[in-house]
């Protein structure tokens, strides 16, 4: 039997009508709530993007006190990072040395500091850098009988009993078989410690120092002091990975007559720039970045012309190095930035299911990364051999042999140009060794005034740079 549906009346009719409005009203709303939502979310995601690169980063960095080497080099990586990263301001600190720099970065009161490589850092500090190496320097009067450390025992050391130079001293100390209460320490302040020694308060001077300190050479300057050597400098490393053996270069202070008048044995360490772990690793990564590739400008931003050459000792830190703390991973991303990619080290792998154009490609990559290796190989020695010569200016007191150094730096640019004009360096390399170069040109042109005052007092400086 046939089951046959009534009509449909006017009201169902109109009814059905309606429900089908709504339905197609309701599919709509949603479509155009889906279209807001998602462009709400983009425009988000757009307005954060740009927050993050516009964003200011304000840094606090605690570098010493503000006569010392690391706060002058500090000055001048505030000075050159801030111009070419504004979003990056960074103020300088004076402090009382490393140890307080350590306390203030572990509670982020800053978030960079600069350290002696001996002393202890805490949880929260990662390396960015070193920045020159610091030397162990003992001064003691002309007269006097301490001819090495083990005599210091029962003596007044003009030496504040904080910071890390007081910790180096101790690690020494320890070495020689000699502890704290072997010794009478003279002067709250490095100021008051100096002061102490030039009124003969003091029969010995510490200080963890770069060569030519001014305050160092304000304490043998007159001839009335000298320096006493600090062997055993490859015995301590065993205790004191970041110990490592040094010289003091005869005449480093003055030439004629030279001080010291041998070249002394000594031990140094690093001075290093850290950083908190919590600080953006982009915002580490540009700091990087502008302190090793902007050398001569940190060096022209430096008005002392003792403190110029130490920006040339700016190097990444060596993981062998006994530098306790990790490297900052801002850092590590500059440092690692020619390191081939995951694509280019499973090459053979990924060959398996790529083209062969792909896989040409590929080695063409390869080639010319190890290419600009070879090119980078090639500009180091030449900077090696810069350093070593800018190194041997401060010991050289005869004119000859210092136009001879200056000859040869003059040499070492031709045969450069030359290589790179054969493409044997690249432009990049050839830039890097160029700054080193001209640090150790000026420097030699330093020395030249030096030696030519010492021997014609009365001659003016501005006729001294035109003597040839």
């Known amino acids: 039997m046939t089951n046959l549906q009534p009509p449909q009346t006017s009201l169902q009719r109109s009814q059905a009508k309606f429900l089908s409005f709504l339905a197609s ?16 979310g ?14 200011v980063h304000r840094l606090k960095l605690a570098a010493g006190a503000i006569q010392g080497e690391s706060y002058v080099i500090s000055k001048a990586i505030e000075q050159v990072v801030e111009k070419y990263h504004p979003n990056i301001q960074i103020e ?43 030397r162990f320097q003992l001064i003691v009067p002309n007269n006097s009988s301490i001819n090495q450390f083990s005599d210091l025992k029962g003596k007044r050391i003009a030496l504040p009993k904080t910071g890390g130079q007081f910790q180096s001293f101790l690690n020494v100390a320890a070495h020689f078989g000699l502890a704290a209460s072997d010794f009478t320490f003279v002067g709250e302040t490095e100021l008051a410690a100096n002061e102490a020694f030039l009124r003969n308060q ?17 304490l043998v300057q007159n001839g009335s002091a000298r320096l006493v050597p600090i062997p055993q400098a490859a015995a301590m490393k065993i205790k004191y990975p970041a110990f490592e053996a040094g010289i003091i270069p005869q005449g480093a202070y003055r030439g004629n007559p030279a001080i010291p008048a041998i070249d002394l044995a000594t031990v140094q360490v690093q001075r290093t720039l850290i950083a908190h772990e919590k600080v953006d690793p982009k915002v580490i990564r540009s700091i990087t970045t502008a302190i090793m590739e902007r050398r001569q400008e940190l060096a022209d931003a430096i008005a002392q012309a003792d403190i110029k050459p130490l920006v040339a000792n700016i190097n990444p ?66 900077s090696k051999k810069a350093i070593n010569l800018l190194n041997a200016v401060p010991k050289t007191n005869d004119l000859k042999q210092l136009e001879a150094k200056r000859e040869e730096l003059l040499k070492l640019l031709t045969s450069a140009v030359n290589d790179l004009d054969k493409d044997v360096i690249s432009e990049e390399s050839f830039q890097s060794f160029r700054v080193i170069w001209q640090i150790a040109l000026d420097t030699v042109r330093e020395r030249r005034i030096t030696l030519y005052q010492q021997q014609s007092p009365t001659l003016p400086p501005s006729q001294v740079s035109r003597t040839p």
């Open 42 to 55: 983009f425009v988000t995601f757009v307005a954060l993007q740009i927050g993050d690169r516009t964003k």
């Open 92 to 134: 300088v600190i004076k402090t009382g040395g490393t140890t307080e720099n350590i306390e203030q970065l572990e509670q982020n009161q800053v978030q960079l500091a600069t350290a002696q490589a001996d002393v202890s850092v805490g949880a929260s500090a990662r390396l960015i850098s070193i920045l020159y190496p610091d």
């Open 202 to 218: 003091a029969d010995a001077a510490f200080r963890v120092r770069a060569l030519v300190n001014p305050s160092i050479l304000q």
């Open 25 to 40: 009203a309701n599919l709509s709303k949603l479509g155009v709530v889906s279209l807001v939502v998602v462009s709400l």
């Open 317 to 382: 830190p060596s993981r062998d190095s006994g530098l306790g703390a990790p490297i900052h991973p801002g850092a590590q991303a500059y440092y690692e930035r020619d390191k081939p990619s995951f694509v280019q080290e499973n090459a053979d792998f990924l060959a398996l299911i790529l083209t062969i154009l792909l896989l040409l490609w590929s080695w063409g990559i390869q080639l010319k990364r190890l290419l600009v290796r070879v090119q980078k190989n090639a500009a180091d020695e030449y």
